[in-house]
């Protein structure tokens, strides 16, 4: 079954930027899509086919895919954005797959 | 605005059967592809299945774990999705999310359901 693994955790201080990856095999041929999660609230889509923003989204979300890697990237990190996030792709084999997600802490 | 309202949850034991429901609002419910998405306690997402709306074949789709104890349904005529939930295991435990799936894309999410599955 196809996999895709994120980092358990990254830690950023406020004003700076964030940068949570993805990895996956042939992970380029693919179209990925990013989820935020708060603590208690149903997740939210914050970046699809690799680097749009549905509305309302900030632009300091931004999304980017290189190689066996899919970026998710939050510039000037605010405290209310610590969350958990999650990658998503679509599979041929396996169907929808989420990665095991990451824990963004804004120190 | 789109709303997505699931209900049905609670405990069950190991073997038992819970029936999931999902009323939506503010959209297309009859031209939308449906699905469950569920995440155990203190873990990750893992998607359970799908139903496509019927111009696009009505046909569901389910996760290996699932796969034959679990099945999904709709009504078009009461913006309604469902999920019965049978032999039911204690991995079974989780927030059950009823979502909107747009290109292989979950771009409106419920607030959940809680199934906890006990021996």
């Known amino acids: 079954s196809y996999v895709l693994t994120q980092p358990p955790s990254v830690s950023v201080a406020p004003g700076k930027t964030a940068r949570i990856t993805c990895g996956g095999n042939k992970i380029g041929s693919k179209s990925v899509h990013w989820y935020q999660q708060k603590p208690g609230q149903a997740p939210l889509l914050v970046i699809f086919?690799?680097?749009d923003r549905p509305s309302g989204i900030p632009a300091r979300f931004s999304g980017s895919k290189s190689g066996y890697t899919a970026t998710l990237t939050i510039s000037r990190v605010e405290a209310g954005d610590e969350a958990d996030y999650y990658c998503q792709v679509w599979d041929s084999i396996s169907d929808v797959v989420f990665g095991g997600g990451t824990k963004l802490t804004v120190l | 605005e789109v709303q997505l309202v699931e209900s049905g949850g609670g405990l069950v034991k190991t073997g038992g059967s819970l029936r999931l429901s999902c009323v939506a609002s503010g959209f297309s419910f009859s031209n939308a592809w449906m699905t469950w998405v569920r995440q155990p306690p203190g873990k990750g997402l893992e998607w359970v299945g799908r139903?496509?709306?019927?111009?696009?074949?009505?046909?569901?789709d389910y996760a290996a774990p699932v796969k034959g104890r679990f099945t999904i349904s709709r009504d078009d005529s009461r913006n309604m999705m469902f999920l019965q939930m049978n032999s039911l295991k204690t991995e079974d435990t989780a927030l059950y999310y009823c979502t909107t799936e747009l290109n292989r894309r979950f771009d409106h999410w419920g607030q959940g359901s809680l199934v906890t599955v006990s021996s």
């Open positions: 139903i496509k709306s019927k111009i696009d074949g009505g046909t569901t």
């Open positions: 086919y690799d680097a």
